[in-house]
């Protein structure tokens, strides 16, 4: 598909004419993955986030037995030792990333504030940086605070050749810095168009628990 092409069918979708669901079906037949075609909506200004419906609990105050069913049972919670999908659900349960992509292909935030953008500043016209500001009031299972020193910690960690993380490759090529308590930015080593990289729906660990942990 040529450049001319594809804007003419992002404007189409702008206009309304073209449904955003059968732009995403026509660039998946090139090859192009539902996130990627969601990043060019996003940075033409024209993806809007899908909604999911409110959660109805089935009984008042909800509570209940949580089962989750799984073809191969985990083998260990820390994400940053997940050998295969089964170990991302079981961590996810209770260590989540800073965004999700949903069934649309979407980028929905979890621990983020928002997701970046250009409108928002978050994301830079060269390609080679990433604000992300993260959500306030969370904390962790203890009541410790949830802060960027846990995302640049996470960074450390699977960076760190010792530690023979397995997230190594979600973080690799960037670099982080701490911008204030809850904001942090991403530096790429070139300019990285598809910045929603893995490292975004990568389950944070708490750094005050895990920080004597690091390494070999």
């Not at 075609?37 to 809007?48: C, E, K, R, S, Y």
């Not at 409108?119 to 009031?137: I, Q, T």
């Not at 911008?179 to 729906?201: A, E, G, K, N």
Request: with cysteine.
């Amino acid at each position: 598909m040529k450049e001319s092409e594809l804007r003419r069918q992002i404007e189409s979708v702008r206009r309304g004419a073209l449904p955003r669901r059968r732009f995403v079906e026509r660039l998946a037949a090139l090859g192009i993955s539902a996130p990627m075609a969601w990043l060019l909506l996003a940075d033409a200004g024209v993806a809007q986030p899908s909604s999911a419906p409110p959660y109805k609990p089935t009984k008042r105050g909800g509570g209940g037995l949580l089962k989750v069913l799984l073809w191969q049972a985990p083998t260990l919670l820390n994400p940053h030792f997940a050998t295969g999908t089964k170990d991302e659900l079981g961590a996810h349960v209770f260590y989540e990333g800073l965004a999700r992509f949903d069934a649309e292909g979407v980028l929905q935030p979890i621990l983020a504030a928002e997701i970046p953008s250009r409108e928002n500043g978050g994301v830079a016209a060269d390609g080679r940086s990433v604000v992300w500001k993260l959500k306030r009031a969370v904390t962790w299972h203890d009541g410790t605070p949830f802060t960027a020193d846990d995302f640049v910690f996470n960074w450390q960690f699977a960076t760190d050749p010792a530690s023979a993380a397995t997230t190594l490759g979600a973080f690799d090529d960037m670099k982080v810095e701490r911008i204030d308590s809850h904001t942090v930015r991403l530096l790429f080593d070139r300019p990285t168009p598809f910045w929603p990289r893995p490292y975004c729906t990568t389950g944070l660990i708490p750094r005050h628990l895990f920080a004597a942990y690091q390494g070999a």
